[in-house]
Each structure stands twice: as structure tokens, then as C-alpha cells.
């Protein structure tokens, strides 16, 4: 069965540059959420969009943004990166809906230096 | 959404039942109580949810007190590959908020 897909897998970039991460959902769910995962962390939700609009948010700062596309990919967008946005980060994606199962894609590795 | 607690850590033997404790004592009536792992920096994998009946899957069962205020997942036969963090995360199933885990050792 198909899954959530997250590109890139591995990025590295510098501080105070940009980075954009990718999500494509599993196909027919609606919902899409991102999560972060600092070194020795647990996952914190940062955001989701439901039906493209923004539905829950998180512990996301200021510096990032995210938006769903029509086609309900979503994309997570980071500037002026500091060191300390190092970490894995999540998509996951469900159907909308009380009790519904969030699936999570495996993840893109961030490291800034 | 509702706190839940678990111990840090927990050992269990190849090939026996791996019971994961949970509580949530403030959970709310529409509340699920979800169960995910992670193994090592992968994506955390869903295992079974439930609402206020015992659930069984391939995976696992998940067995909830009748006042709803703790759970229990149950690996039955658990084997290395099941050595992971496991999540208890109690949720409405919109955005669910993961707390500290279980880190389970399966030990030959």
C-alpha cells in the first residue's frame, strides 16, 4: 500500500539559509500534519492543514511556514535556519475524522552548520 | 488532549508477551488511546488505536480499563526486531501530541 512520501530524505544547509520540505499524503487522505524531532527528542507536532486550510498549530516558530497544495502535498518552508533546527523531520497524513489512523512518512533529516 | 504516563523503560525476553502500561487518568469521553512505535529514527509506526473496547490487530492488543483511565498494549510474542520506543498518545484523532515513550528491550 502506498505511503506517506517525504523528499528530500537528507538535506544540509547553512544558517540563516532557506529550506523546503516536501510531503505527498497517502492518496485520498485529506489531512496533513508535520512534526519535528530534535536529537535524543520525542516528536512535537508543528502543524497541519486539512483541505488545504491550516487546521491545527503547533510548536512551530515564527521562521516556518507550511501550506497544502490542491492536490493536498504539503510543503514545509524554513528560513533564517539555525543550528538548533537540526532535527528529523515528519509528515503524516489521515482522512479526517475522529478516530481516523495518522500514517507518518519516514522522515527528512535536516542538518544545518 | 489528555496526559498520559508510562515507564521510561522495560525488558522483555524474545519470544514472550511484552506488556506496555498507560495511564491516563484525565482522558475525556471522545478521547482514543493510540499506540505507536519508533525504531531508531524511522517514522513512528502505528500499531492499534481504541476507543473504550479492547482492540486486536496483527500487531497487538490493547486492552482498556472499563473507566477508560489506563491501557495496556500487548506485543504477544515479542521478538529483537520489536525493541523500539513505544508511544501511548491519548487523542481525538486529529494532531496527536506524543509524550515521553516506553523504550522497550527485547533481549534474546
Known amino acids: 500500500a502506498a505511503g506517506v512520501i517525504q523528499s528530500p530524505r537528507h538535506l544540509i544547509k547553512e544558517k540563516r539559509e532557506t529550506a523546503t520540505l516536501k510531503c505527498y499524503p497517502i492518496?485520498?487522505?485529506?489531512?496533513v500534519y508535520w512534526y519535528q524531532q530534535g536529537p535524543g527528542q520525542d516528536p512535537q507536532f508543528l502543524i497541519s492543514?486539512?483541505?488545504?486550510?491550516?487546521?491545527d498549530k503547533g510548536s512551530i516558530p515564527d521562521r516556518f511556514s507550511a501550506q497544502q497544495f490542491s492536490d493536498y502535498h504539503s510543503e514545509l518552508n524554513m528560513s533564517s535556519l539555525e543550528l538548533g533546527d537540526s532535527a528529523l523531520y515528519f509528515c503524516?497524513?489521515?482522512?479526517?475524522?475522529?478516530?481516523?489512523?495518522?500514517?507518518f512518512g519516514e522522515g527528512s533529516w535536516l542538518t544545518v552548520v | 488532549d489528555a496526559k498520559t504516563t508510562q515507564p521510561p523503560s522495560m525488558d522483555c525476553a524474545e519470544g514472550r508477551a511484552a506488556n506496555l502500561p498507560c495511564n491516563h487518568s484525565?482522558?475525556?469521553?471522545?478521547?482514543?488511546v493510540y499506540w505507536y512505535r519508533q525504531i531508531h529514527s524511522q517514522g513512528p509506526q502505528y500499531i492499534i488505536h481504541?476507543?473504550?473496547n479492547n482492540e486486536t490487530n496483527e500487531m497487538a492488543s490493547l486492552i482498556i480499563t472499563e473507566d477508560r483511565k489506563s491501557s495496556t498494549l500487548i506485543l504477544p510474542h515479542a521478538t529483537l526486531r520489536d525493541t523500539a520506543v513505544y508511544y501511548c498518545?491519548?487523542?481525538?484523532?486529529?494532531?496527536?501530541?506524543f509524550g515521553k515513550g516506553t523504550s522497550l528491550l527485547v533481549t534474546p
Open positions: 498518545i491519548v487523542g481525538s484523532g486529529y494532531a496527536l501530541n
Open positions: 484525565t482522558i475525556s469521553g471522545n478521547e482514543y
Open positions: 492518496p485520498r487522505h485529506d489531512t
Open positions: 503524516a497524513s489521515s482522512l479526517r475524522g475522529a478516530g481516523n489512523t495518522i500514517y
Open positions: 492543514f486539512y483541505e488545504k486550510m491550516q487546521s
Open positions: 481504541g476507543l473504550k
